[in-house]
């Protein structure tokens, strides 16, 4: 810890992020002792604003949660009516029958919904109960005991200078000590990494894999509009050299979530996520929904997907990691909330009877082996060989070995491939630019298909331009002395934000790399698919980054 005097508080327990991992937690230990003091902390303006994600819910986590969330008003309303698998040609598409896929890819008795709206709910919830929540107030430091064990986070630090320094409006924030310190911060949270890395938790599990998921919300014609229908697709334009897919989610009033998930195990460092996604809605299918409509919404984050194989220690000395931050999500059933839901649950419990014993400050093991023996467990050990098989198969023969896998899995409870190891990072995965070839890709209609900054402006990103860089490079003439020449500085196109640019002159001479903080989404994948490693996300002041209305 640095040698700013701070403020301090003492809870019992200290939640940071306010998703549906954070406030189950927080939900959970209210429920079981109505006078343990707990607070959530949220680096988002508000409960929700940072959330994205697709959404089918499976309401299994909710209902172990909060049984009578219906009674109680909860936002999910839409149940899913139809479910479509589409398998796309640059011209038309092939409906897979439902028959065809295992039971779990069902989703009949699932809900569409807005997470963020979810989480603005269980808020609520949260707050009845006597829990403290903090919007706006990220999360700089983390604080060690005289043990090594996490004992609180420094929150609400503000005011800084783009040097680091303290500015003339400097706020040093408070320490927020607890008895156990939960990080639930999503998928590459900033703190959790440095956990991972300070206990070596990653040290008995495979690699983590992420995919980057785009997403638009459209308002649409009524005519186009067919409420609770889900469609999933692959194929067209990825190929199938490169995993990934998309989403189209019929909503109530009239609206559409579309989105698309792309792999970052890519080879082809010319690949451009952002640009894949605007050229699938473009395809027959897809456009006729659209057609006539109006986006009214942008958003991107990275998805965990590396599954039960992925998943780290999830207990240190002082706290746990939870939802995202473990990495949770069922990749062939597009669907993590329940799984973080049930993982603040599980970790609530743990911590609730450590409290009540009078311990503080140790582990929690009873965490961890709920989280891989319990219902989370379960359902991410049947499907662990989808995404190892995919990223050394491809999406093609992934989707028929992967199959077949979760069919015997589904069946039988056991899986005929064992357990098959990821291999290489995402980063490790991009290949030299010289190996490929750049990719042409047409330029957004302004009806359809837009380009990156107009959608960055219907993300309503906002930071301050007096601050620290929050996108901090390890050594700065990287981007031009290595990943350039190499690559082609895949950065330009991966960021689905145009956060980074290479600069040159009127001549075409001297490269420069250019960061463009402001514009970043929160979506942290330059943290993950920079080849050199050179780029970490730190967070930057409370209350900035996206502004999601109901993502």
Same mark, same amino acid.
């Given at each position: ?53 697709? @959404? ?110 303290? /500015? ?18 999503? +998928? ?54 490169? /995993?990934?897919?998309?989403?189209? #989610? ?6 559409? #979530? ?23 809605? =473009? ?60 993982? /603040? ?5 743990? @911590? ?76 490790? +995965? ?5 190996? =490929?070839?750049?990719?042409? #890709? ?45 690559? @082609? ?63």
């Amino acid at each position: 810890m640095s040698d700013i005097e701070r403020e301090s508080m003492e809870y019992d327990v200290v939640i940071v992020g306010a998703g549906p991992a954070g406030l189950s937690a927080a939900i959970r230990l209210k429920q079981l002792d109505a006078d343990l003091d707990v607070v959530v902390l949220e680096k988002g303006s508000e409960v929700g604003a940072h959330i994205l994600s697709g @959404a089918v819910l499976d309401p299994s986590g909710l209902d172990a949660l909060i049984p009578d969330w219906k009674a109680k008003g909860a936002p999910v309303k839409t149940p899913v009516k139809k479910d479509n698998f589409l398998i796309l040609g640059e011209g038309g598409s092939i409906r897979l029958p439902n028959f065809l896929m295992p039971p779990l890819m069902n989703n009949h008795g699932m809900y569409i919904v807005s997470m963020g709206n979810v989480c603005r709910w269980m808020a609520e919830q949260a707050e009845e109960l006597g829990v403290e929540i903090f919007p706006g107030m990220a999360c700089s430091e983390l604080v060690y005991g005289d043990g090594g064990e996490l004992r609180g986070v420094v929150a609400g630090e503000f005011g800084k200078n783009p040097d680091g320094t303290p /500015g003339p409006s400097y706020e040093p924030g408070m320490v927020l000590y607890g008895k156990y310190v939960f990080l639930s911060e999503g +998928a590459r949270g900033s703190l959790s990494k440095q956990v991972i890395a300070k206990y070596d938790l990653a040290a008995a599990c495979d690699v983590q894999k992420f995919g980057l998921g785009i997403k638009e919300i459209w308002d649409v014609l009524p005519e186009n509009h067919r409420e609770g229908t889900v469609t999933h697709t692959m194929g067209w334009p990825l190929g199938w050299k490169t /995993g990934g897919g998309s989403f189209m #989610y019929h909503l109530e009033n009239n609206q559409v #979530y579309v989105g698309y998930i792309i792999d970052l195990n890519y080879k082809n460092p010319h690949l451009y996520p952002y640009m894949e996604f605007q050229r699938w809605k =473009h395809h027959p299918d897809i456009a006729k929904v659209l057609e006539g409509g109006k986006r009214v919404a942008y958003g991107a984050r990275v998805v965990t997907k590396g599954g039960f194989q992925s998943i780290p220690k999830s207990t240190f000395p002082g706290g746990a990691l939870l939802g995202c931050s473990a990495g949770l999500v069922n990749l062939p059933r597009v669907k993590g909330n329940h799984n973080a839901m049930l993982s /603040g649950k599980a970790a609530a419990e743990a @911590a609730y009877r450590a409290i009540r014993d009078g311990r503080a400050g140790d582990e929690l093991p009873d965490y961890d082996a709920e989280l891989r023996t319990g219902a989370i467990g379960k359902d991410l050990k049947r499907v662990r060989n989808v995404a190892p098989l995919n990223g050394r198969l491809g999406p093609l023969a992934g989707l028929t070995l992967g199959g077949f896998d979760m069919w015997v899995a589904n069946l039988t409870g056991w899986n005929p491939f064992g357990t098959i190891k990821h291999g290489k990072s995402d980063a490790e +995965a991009t290949e030299p630019a010289a190996k =490929h070839k750049p990719i042409e #890709y047409p330029r957004p209609d302004g009806v359809l298909s837009f380009d990156r900054l107009t959608n960055v402006s219907f993300s309503a990103t906002n930071h301050a331009e007096d601050e620290p860089c929050h996108l901090q490079l390890a050594d700065a003439s990287i981007p031009i002395s290595v990943n350039l020449p190499k690559y @082609a500085e895949p950065a330009q196109r991966y960021c689905p934000a145009g956060v980074y640019e290479v600069i040159r002159d009127d001549d075409g001479l001297n490269p420069r790399f250019q960061i463009n903080a402001q514009n970043c989404v929160h979506c942290k994948t330059c943290d993950i698919k920079d080849p050199s490693q050179n780029i970490t996300w730190v967070c930057p002041q409370g209350g900035e980054g996206p502004n999601y209305p109901n993502m």
